[in-house]
């Protein structure tokens, strides 16, 4: 059966908004209104915040596949409102109930909601503005909405291109920045994802990551390794258990996936991106404080906290790169939610893998796939020795799940589980060891 192309569709939506007065017409060289202070000329400010809430409509630039639907909205800095994922019959994005402006932003005004792209820094200036956009059609069925800006202080520009295949389940955002001016300027680019949060949120890292910087002081340079995820004999990988504002980087990253999981609603999301190209993954939370409430207010009236999960070509947002004159760079990144799996442990952007050992003979196993994968040869090794082999159609609606009996007294062995295609082309592979990190 062949899969139907990707729809396209150009239309309009309707969201409660404080809408804005006039952006200030004499702009500032320099402004220190917000924790985004800096140099904005010849831009103006967007610090004259509205009170009063209307229904506003915004053009949304449309893409559909079975599994998922994709809004992005080119006149609020291109963001991805949102990625309504139909396997799970629920989004997966912090689209808040209004659009309510506070002062975070460089200029200003900024809004919590959706994916930002923000280059050359956070909260960039063109977060609520109006940035270019174009729809690509490809031939293999994947359609394509391009959005991106020139930096008029620098000169320099950014463009993602935002692509849903007809057969995938994860959205796929490739980051381009270019320097086509004579002279190197600084920069840095974030991802900015905000993803709403539930009492049983956790954040998940790789397990091969030991460590983790965080924030010291309010000054973002001040940054501080720290053993992760137990910290002071608290487990900061639930946000339960964070209870302060917080700012999470990875530290020497070696594996290409992070994200969260909804413990409570058995999914979650997970980000993909060659951490030799990306190595920067944050987390960011309100945390669990007695004013969090009440930050969150500013930015929304009903949808309540949500945290951030961010990634960049850079380790930490407390160091910028030199982009040079007349050069580029670009890299990919992939997004999909995990479901029905209890957590993840391991992932790439071809599936998910989950093992959670139950007493001294059994561990469950869990797996999910982007694909619809007909007839994936399913394998665990131990010692080099087969264990478990089962060939076995898994879709983005249909997860795998299954109980394994494995030798008792299993101690530092080396585990393997593998998924290949019948052609032999390898799916996933994941080394690992029932009682110490990930290999």
Not at 365 to 387: E, S
Request: with cysteine; hydrophobic share 35%.
């Amino acid at each position: 059966m062949t899969e139907k192309p990707v729809e396209y569709s150009d239309e309009k939506v309707v969201i409660p908004t404080y809408e804005m007065g006039s952006d200030d017409p004499y702009p500032p060289y320099f402004t220190d209104i917000t924790v985004g202070a800096g140099y904005i000329y010849p831009y103006a400010l967007q610090d004259n915040l509205g009170h009063v809430l209307k229904d506003k409509t915004y053009r949304a630039l449309v893409l559909e596949n079975k599994y998922l639907k994709v809004t992005v909205l080119p006149e609020l800095g291109g963001h991805v409102y949102s990625m309504y994922d139909k396997t799970l019959k629920k989004e997966l994005l912090y689209t808040n109930d209004c659009m309510k402006p506070a002062l975070v932003s460089v200029r200003g005004a900024w809004c919590a909601f959706g994916i930002e792209h923000n280059f050359p820094r956070s909260h960039n200036v063109t977060s609520l503005s109006k940035v270019t956009c174009n729809a690509v059609f490809h031939k293999d069925g994947s359609k394509s909405i391009i959005v991106g800006d020139t930096d008029r202080i620098t000169g320099m520009k950014w463009i993602v291109e935002i692509t849903l295949y007809k057969d995938k389940s994860y959205l796929k955002l490739e980051n381009k920045i270019l320097n086509n001016t004579p002279f190197p300027h600084p920069y840095y680019y974030w991802t900015n994802t905000a993803i709403p949060l539930t009492p049983q949120t956790q954040y998940i890292f790789p397990e091969s990551m030991k460590h983790a910087f965080k924030h010291g002081s309010i000054d973002v340079n001040d940054l501080v390794v720290f053993p992760w995820p137990i910290y002071k004999g608290n487990d900061l990988s639930w946000n339960k258990n964070i209870h302060m504002r917080y700012s999470l980087f990875a530290y020497m990253l070696s594996d290409d996936f992070f994200g969260l999981y909804h413990h409570n609603l058995d999914h979650g999301i997970i980000h993909v991106a060659d951490h030799k190209k990306v190595p920067g993954r944050k987390i960011w939370s309100w945390g669990v404080t007695e004013d969090a409430d009440l930050r969150t207010s500013t930015l929304t009236d009903k949808s309540g906290q949500y945290c951030e999960v961010q990634c960049g070509p850079i380790e930490t947002q407390g160091e910028f790169r030199f982009l040079k004159p007349f050069t580029h760079d670009s890299w990919n990144q992939y997004w999909y939610a995990p479901k029905k799996m209890k957590g993840f442990r391991f992932a790439n952007e071809n599936a998910a893998v989950n093992i959670i050992r139950k007493g001294t003979s059994k561990i469950e196993l869990y797996v999910n796939t982007t694909f619809d994968m007909k007839d994936g040869r399913l394998a665990l090794f131990v010692a080099g020795k087969t264990i478990f082999k089962r060939t076995y159609r898994i879709t983005p609606f249909k997860p795998f799940a299954a109980v394994i009996n494995i030798p008792k007294k299993c101690g530092n062995e080396d585990f393997v589980f593998s998924i290949k295609m019948p052609s032999g082309a390898e799916v996933i592979r994941y080394n690992f060891s029932l009682t110490g990190r990930a290999k």
